[in-house]
């Protein structure tokens, strides 16, 4: 059975930090890359980083570069989201998913599995 099961998500002051968590079962985990999305009320789901973990690319949306960091601890088949310098803006329901592609890593239908996502709130 496929799984992927997304934690660290919390309540946290703008300025803050946390890391989400997503660790990975049921599937060659190595052949597929790992999406961060996020969705807030009333928006539609939004790419917000990824990571291909046969070559190590990294992806990440304009609105987080420099303040999100992506990365893979293959042996746990775990990806992680450092999200540092939070915004008010970034509170949303963050998902985790897989799938396997050559590009375009932020389209939704391109994943084929999906967590059940963890809240993120920050507060101003």
């Known amino acids: 059975e496929v799984q992927l099961v997304e934690s660290g998500g919390g309540l946290v002051q703008a300025g803050g930090s946390l890391r989400l968590s997503c660790a990975a079962s049921?599937?060659?985990?190595?052949?597929?890359?790992i999406g961060w999305f996020r969705q807030a009320p009333g928006k539609e789901r939004e790419g917000v980083s990824c990571?291909?973990?046969?070559?190590?690319?990294?992806y990440y949306a304009d609105s987080v570069k420099g303040r999100f960091t992506i990365s893979s601890y293959n042996a746990k088949n775990t990806v992680y989201l450092q999200m540092n310098s939070l915004k008010p803006e970034d509170t949303a329901v963050y998902y985790c998913a897989a799938g396997i592609f050559g590009s375009s890593w932020y389209l939704v239908g391109l994943y084929d599995y999906w967590g059940q996502g963890t809240q993120v709130t920050v507060s101003s």
């Open positions: 990571i291909s973990s046969s070559d190590g690319r990294l």
């Open positions: 049921g599937f060659t985990f190595d052949d597929y890359a």
